[in-house]
């Protein structure tokens, strides 16, 4: 099985900075995409950001586009996400999405982690 652990949900004022962090770990044989979610209460689930395995390829959802930047270290499994200029708009349980294959299987699968709460108010 594989474990993504996320990290650096806060209370934050609006106008500042968090960098949440994704950790993956367990028996992975390749990490593929990797991303971050987020859902809002009342409000659909929304994919935020993802990275392709060699960092080459980012996406942004237009809603932080110059605000968030999606980075990872292949050598630590992990992924995170700087979000800078942060609104109360931003306020959600972000999640990590990665996309894995394991040893023995020659097919990908999608592991999410439990989920980090970022609140943005004064």
């Known amino acids: 099985q594989v474990q993504l652990v996320e990290s650096g949900g806060d209370l934050v004022q609006p106008g500042g900075s968090l960098r949440l962090s994704c950790a993956a770990s367990?028996?992975?044989?390749?990490?593929?995409?990797m991303g971050w979610y987020r859902q809002a209460p009342g409000k659909e689930h929304e994919g935020v950001s993802c990275?392709?395995?060699?960092?080459?390829?980012?996406y942004y959802a237009d809603s932080v586009k110059g605000r968030f930047t999606i980075s990872r270290d292949n050598a630590k499994n992990t992924v995170s996400l700087q979000m800078n200029s942060l609104k109360p708009e931003d306020t959600a349980v972000y999640y990590c999405?990665?996309?894995?294959?394991?040893?023995?299987?020659?097919?990908?699968?999608?592991?999410w982690g439990q989920g980090t709460q970022v609140t943005v108010s004064s």
């Open positions: 999405k990665a996309v894995v294959s394991l040893r023995g299987s020659r097919y990908e699968y999608a592991y």
């Open positions: 990275i392709s395995n060699s960092g080459r390829n980012t």
């Open positions: 367990g028996r992975m044989l390749r990490l593929y995409n």
